[in-house]
């Protein structure tokens, strides 16, 4: 019976990302309740993508021309929330853990002279982020990496590292094979 209501859930879900214009390169899952989605752009959604969502709904904004592909086999946990005004990609297996936040926008100028900070996002494959992490314009993570719980990230982690604190620095390295997936 669970295993027809989830069939149900997750044919509504694509007919869902259909009416939001969203590509979905295959079929996506959702767990609990589905993210909020209001697509303005491109949004990319790969195969077998894992929304979980038990008590805050994940939201996904992508404003007008602004792309955002998420990779095949991402999870995304409860309440993260995505605003994409330029562009974010998240590579294959990542993992988002709860209330994280990616914007690539600062919304707001930090003076008049100053235009708003907005630039791109790269995620790579194979990443796990914390638990109540931000991820700021312009930051770019290497695939494999992991980004402890509470951290924010604003700049560049490399391929293979823990990174951790305000802002995130590296404190260890990963050692894996480039196919490995983190369970
Ligand atoms: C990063 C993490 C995975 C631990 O990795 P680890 O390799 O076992 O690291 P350690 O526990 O050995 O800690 C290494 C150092 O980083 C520090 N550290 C660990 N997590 C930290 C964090 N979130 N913020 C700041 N510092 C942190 C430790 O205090 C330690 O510092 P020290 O060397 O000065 O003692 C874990 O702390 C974490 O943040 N997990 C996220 C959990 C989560 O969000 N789950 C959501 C479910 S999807």
């Not at 929304?51 to 409860?78: E, H, P, Y």
């Not at 995620?123 to 914390?130: A, P, R, S, T, Y």
Request: aromatic share 8%.
């Amino acid at each position: 019976m669970k295993r027809y209501l989830n069939k149900i859930r997750n044919l509504f879900f694509a007919r869902y990302c259909q009416a939001n214009k969203v590509s979905l390169l295959g079929r996506g899952y959702v767990d609990g309740r589905w993210p909020v989605i209001c697509n303005k752009g491109a949004f990319h959604l790969g195969s077998g993508v894992c929304f979980r969502s038990f008590r805050t709904r994940t939201r996904i904004d992508v404003f007008k021309d602004a792309r955002l592909s998420i990779g095949d086999g991402c999870f995304i946990n409860d309440g993260v929330n995505i605003c994409c005004s330029t562009g974010i990609t998240i590579g294959p297996n990542t993992k988002i853990a709860d209330w994280v936040v990616l914007y690539d926008t600062d919304f707001h100028a930090v003076e008049p002279s100053e235009p708003v900070s907005s630039e791109s996002i790269t995620i790579g494959k194979n990443v796990w982020i914390g638990a109540r992490v931000m991820v700021l314009p312009g930051s770019t993570i290497g695939d494999h990496s992991v980004i402890a719980a509470g951290a924010i990230v604003r700049g560049h982690i490399p391929a293979r590292s823990i990174a951790a604190g305000i802002p995130a620095k590296v404190i260890k390295s990963i050692t894996c094979e480039d196919d490995w997936v983190r369970s």
